[in-house]
């Protein structure tokens, strides 16, 4: 089976940070992934991540 994305939902706290949820569907399964972005020397980091 092959993973693939459903509903995405993003909100921007403040400039330089994303906060985002995403629905991934696995058959029939699905999972929640929530994650918080920063934006350090140029490039996205991954400061929190879950996975529900």
């Given at each position: 089976?092959?993973?693939h994305p459903g509903?995405?939902?993003t909100?921007?706290?403040r400039p330089g940070a994303v906060?985002?949820?995403?629905t991934v569907y696995v058959g029939?399964?699905?999972?929640?992934?929530?994650?918080?972005l920063e934006l350090a020397?140029?490039?996205?980091r991954a400061e929190v991540m879950g996975v529900l």
């Open positions: 089976m092959v993973p509903s995405v939902f909100s921007e706290p906060e985002a949820s995403v029939r399964r699905a999972i929640a992934v929530a994650m918080r020397h140029g490039r996205w």
